[in-house]
């Protein structure tokens, strides 16, 4: 009946995934896939319906991956309980705080990042680099740590910490059981958080501690999850944006030339491949969702990337443009009761993160003739990011 869907391999997702997504949504946008253990929808009509209806197509399940590995949030609860989890932390995240209390931080930290980057003495001979390591994940574990007021945020440990738990959330998703490595992870930062409560008075986390009814099991599981999502959506988003950007000669030169484009060219790469490419939901009831019918009780996952790329929406959808006038309808970051909560901090870190890269490395380009292989496209069943991006620049002179 979904001769398509049963065609896609696991390897197939975690791959060159758009061709296959491209031919779901032109045949079966709502498909079994044997391979997922459940439905997968590639449209975007029926992605919106699916995020908007929680009452539907709930987060709520014992299956729900994320609840396994650090327990439950407002990740996977819906309704009254969702809001309850949700609500401590939100004020800090909306647009307004973060310009105010970020904006002018972030834009400094990321100029310091790339300017320590290009400044080590082995850089002056070989001008090189990867921005993904040295510039997009130190960025995001700054912003979070900072966010949360962590006490201790030295960069290696928390991402030791968020890299291990990643593999964990993945591998459930794969269906195997949390590993060790995770266990000991989610130990070590509970340790963190629990320490951040008792010591760092005024830290959004002790007012959530102080003010609010979660518990302390509570507070730690919202918080791995916002330092889960933040660091991945962050690090994937300025790596993926960094990549398309300086993979077109005429698109960067364009943004050069004219940096009110940054923010389009972020938005444009969200829209392209999103950091977080599946989203698992689970129907309450049976329900008809396009030409299917789904039995209450299944898995629902929804593909970003595939709702990201529909033709109904975006013209040439496969072309990044960083002039596209609809960018902003991408469903990166989800939509619905369980959209981004770190969306507006996510997107000034990359813009910052772009035209640090823009105004201090001259004449910067992607290295294909790296020494540790040159740059390769975003991978990755889940969360999909390069895994570098390599960059050379003009030891000196202007940048064009």
């Not at 709520?60 to 309704?79: E, H």
């Not at 082995?122 to 966010?147: F, M, T």
């Not at 949360?148 to 959330?169: K, N, Q, S, T």
């Not at 730690?220 to 991945?232: D, H, K, P, Q, Y």
Request: hydrophobic letters at 45%.
């Amino acid at each position: 009946m979904y001769p398509v869907g049963a065609s896609i391999t696991l390897d197939d997702l975690a791959g060159d995934v758009h061709p296959h997504l491209a031919r779901l949504r032109a045949t079966e946008p709502v498909s079994w896939l044997p391979a997922l253990g459940g439905w997968l929808v590639t449209d975007r009509t029926s992605a919106l319906e699916v995020l908007r209806d929680a009452a539907t197509y709930t987060v709520d399940d014992p299956r729900f991956s994320t609840a396994q590995v650090v327990g439950p949030s407002m990740l996977s609860t819906d309704g009254d309980e969702h809001t309850r989890h949700r609500a401590p932390f939100a004020s800090p995240f909306q647009q307004a705080a973060v310009r105010e209390g970020f904006e002018d931080w972030t834009g400094s930290t990321a100029r310091q990042l790339v300017e320590t980057l290009a400044t080590r003495p082995e850089k002056r001979a070989a001008p090189r680099a990867d921005l993904r390591s040295e510039l997009a994940g130190p960025l995001a574990v700054a912003a979070i740590a900072r966010a949360l007021g962590l006490v201790d945020a030295d960069p290696d440990r928390v991402l030791g910490w968020y890299r291990a738990i990643v593999v964990g959330v993945e591998g459930v998703n794969a269906g195997l059981e949390v590993g060790d490595d995770t266990r000991r992870a989610v130990a070590d930062l509970r340790a963190e958080v629990d320490r951040t409560v008792r010591e760092a008075a005024g830290s959004m986390l002790a007012g959530v501690a102080g003010e609010s009814s979660l518990t302390a099991d509570e507070v730690f599981s919202n918080t791995a999850v916002l330092m889960f999502g933040a660091i991945e959506t962050s690090e994937g988003m300025t790596a993926n944006a960094l990549a398309h950007l300086l993979t077109d000669p005429d698109q960067t030169d364009a943004v050069r030339s004219d940096r009110s484009l940054v923010a389009g060219a972020v938005e444009e790469s969200l829209r392209m491949e999103p950091a977080a490419t599946l989203v698992d939901r689970y129907t309450t009831v049976d329900v008809v969702l396009g030409d299917a019918l789904i039995p209450a009780g299944d898995l629902v996952t929804v593909s970003l990337a595939g709702a990201n790329r529909d033709p109904e929406v975006f013209l040439e959808p496969d072309r990044y443009d960083v002039r596209r006038d609809n960018a902003r309808l991408q469903l990166a970051f989800v939509k619905g009761p369980h959209v981004c909560l770190g969306l507006h901090l996510a997107r000034l870190q990359t813009i910052a993160a772009v035209d640090a890269v823009l105004n201090l490395l001259p004449n910067v380009h992607l290295d294909h003739a790296s020494r540790n292989g040159g740059f390769e496209p975003a991978r990755g069943l889940v969360f999909r990011k390069p895994a570098r991006v390599p960059v050379r620049w003009s030891a000196s002179g202007n940048v064009r």
